[in-house]
């Protein structure tokens, strides 16, 4: 089971920090990615993480969101700062493997509401 929180309103330009919690410590030995969706988009992969922490993100985060994790705490984290509305969404948090690219597993939380609004 994976938990989601940290979510909330944001301004533009401010930061959030999102916390995915797994209720299994084995979860550090998969791939976590943090996925987002907007009304009426596709489920969007933002930033994912290996089991070993090497990180990947989509363009539109870039240099913006900075994603991480704590074995000990089983706890994967997205950093999200200088916020923009169109970061607007609900964000999930999921367990998978890599290969070529992320491939996620049926592991996923119940998502986390982010509105970045003035």
């Known amino acids: 089971q994976l938990v989601e929180s940290g979510g909330g309103l944001a301004l533009p330009g401010g930061s959030l920090r999102l916390s995915c919690v797994a209720s299994?410590?084995?979860?550090?030995?998969?791939?976590v990615g943090w996925y987002r969706q907007s009304p009426g988009n596709l489920r969007e992969l933002v930033a994912t993480?290996?089991?070993?922490?090497?990180?990947n993100y989509t363009a539109s985060v870039e240099g913006r969101f900075t994603i991480s994790r704590d074995n000990d705490k089983s706890t994967v984290y997205l950093q999200m700062s200088n916020l923009k509305p169109e970061d607007t969404a609900v964000y999930y948090c999921?367990?998978?493997?890599?290969?070529?690219?992320?491939?996620?597993?049926?592991?996923w939380g119940q998502g986390t509401q982010v509105t970045v609004s003035s």
């Open positions: 993480i290996t089991s070993d922490g090497k990180t």
């Open positions: 999921n367990a998978g493997v890599y290969g070529t690219s992320y491939f996620p597993l049926d592991f």
């Open positions: 299994e410590r084995r979860i550090r030995s998969f791939a």
